[in-house]
């Protein structure tokens, strides 16, 4: 009986898949097994800090906006054509206080002083006048008193009192009327009312101006303040005059203009503002920074050694506040990072394993954390992060792993192999001296 090919090929086909199987199952049964080995156990390796309480400044870094402390819109406080304007008259300019910057014309308000003089010496003439007639008026009276018995009333007018004290009258109103119109005559010169830098002018010869007429805008240039937001927290460890010291802390301000150059100036806190800002709800503090136009002098490559430019502060840019508070005593300052979640601390103990310790947070700044608590004797804070934090767990020092991979790293001596032609075998010892070795 014959097979056919298909057939044939399907028992070989069949042979050979079980032939594999005998020897996958062969070469799994003769494998050795894996030698079983204990894994290391792996000690976390920590860097540690000594514990040393000490006195810090509490410093508050923040973010202000400076603004005008002085600044005026002038306008005249007489009407009539601008006749003159001072050239210093510029935006951007420097004026002193008392100035000229802008003069009206006076011809009207000369005249009307000069006729104002001239009432005042015709009240006054008038008065002297009536002095006099009240002097006659007196003596006529005392001749006529002996046979007449004449009223108080008919007294004062026949002694001529009240014409007296009309004429008098009459010249403290023209002396009135004169003062008024030498005011205006005063008036007509537009003065700067303090030492001042130009922000805005709006005058020119020959302009015609009134009382409503703003000719020029004035900002005060001996002071600005700088308004600072922060939180309310933290204004105890500030001082603020009128609140809790007499003098207020100092502050350094800084005005970027570069990526590596900015404007600063020191400063003082002036005032603490009585309401909180609409969104964040932070409390307001003004500083006071004086001269903030004047020109720092720089030695030569200062500039690019301190990043500080002797450019002026500018009005309405923001700029960054560190601010000088109260000193803080009896504190430990350590790394933001140092300090745990719930305000604890990982302690490295005498016997080489962790502790945690509760501590309290009494400030903290961009940098460090001022804390207060007990502290085990002869522990030390841990300031690096540890994984999975289990107190009683063993703990290496990072200075200790150092220490062992530099004498893992010393050379050794090799051993001497073999033996010397015509030797025993053993090294000659050879004795050194001072000189060096003897043969």
């Not at 700029?319 to 803080?328: D, E, M, N, P, R």
């Not at 991979?405 to 032609?421: C, L, Q, V, Y």
């Amino acid at each position: 009986m014959s097979v056919s090919p298909k057939t044939k090929n399907t028992f070989i086909g069949l042979a050979i898949f079980l032939a594999g199987i005998v020897i996958v199952t062969g070469l799994t049964l003769s494998r050795n097994a894996p030698e079983r080995k204990d894994r290391p156990k792996i000690i976390p390796l920590v860097e540690v800090m000594e514990i040393e309480h000490s006195k810090h400044p509490a410093t508050i870094q923040a973010m202000g906006e400076v603004i005008p402390a002085q600044q005026v819109s002038l306008a005249p406080q007489v009407a009539g054509r601008i006749t003159d304007v001072s050239s210093a008259l510029i935006p951007g300019g420097q004026v002193k206080q008392g100035d000229v910057l802008a003069s009206v014309d006076r011809t009207d308000y000369h005249l009307a002083y000069r006729q104002a003089q001239a009432n005042v010496t015709q009240a006054e003439l008038n008065l002297e006048e009536q002095k006099g007639l009240a002097k006659a008026a007196q003596r006529e009276l005392q001749l006529v008193e002996g046979n007449l018995e004449p009223t108080e009333e008919g007294r004062k007018l026949a002694s001529r009192e009240t014409y007296v004290k009309n004429a008098e009258a009459q010249l403290e109103a023209a002396k009135s009327v004169l003062e008024q119109a030498r005011v205006n005559l005063y008036r007509t010169r537009v003065r700067a009312p303090f030492d001042a830098r130009i922000v805005s002018k709006s005058v020119e010869v020959g302009q015609q101006v009134t009382s409503q007429t703003i000719l020029v805008t004035l900002l005060a240039s001996d002071r600005v303040w700088v308004e600072v937001t922060l939180p309310p927290q933290q204004l105890d460890w500030i001082n603020i005059p009128g609140f809790n010291a007499e003098e207020g802390s100092p502050a350094t301000i800084r005005q970027t203009v570069s990526h590596q150059e900015g404007v600063e100036r020191q400063a003082h806190v002036l005032r603490l503002l009585p309401t909180l800002t609409t969104q964040g709800k932070l409390a307001r503090v003004l500083l006071e920074i004086p001269n903030p136009f004047q020109a720092v002098p720089l030695s030569e490559g200062e500039s690019s050694q301190t990043g500080v430019t002797n450019l002026p502060l500018l009005v309405g840019s923001f700029v960054h506040v560190t601010l000088s508070g109260k000193t803080i005593d009896k504190v430990l300052a350590l790394p933001r990072t140092a300090l745990q979640e719930n305000n604890q601390l990982h302690l490295y103990t005498q016997e080489g394993t962790l502790a945690l310790t509760e501590v309290e947070a009494v400030f903290k700044d961009e940098t460090k954390v001022y804390v207060r608590g007990d502290f085990p004797q002869g522990a030390k804070i841990i300031t690096s992060r540890l994984a999975l934090p289990v107190p009683g767990m063993k703990l290496r020092l990072m200075t200790d792993s150092v220490k062992d991979d530099s004498s893992a790293d010393e050379p050794t001596k090799p051993a001497m192999k073999g033996k010397k032609k015509g030797s025993s075998g053993a090294a000659p010892s050879v004795p050194a001296t001072s000189k060096g070795v003897q043969p």
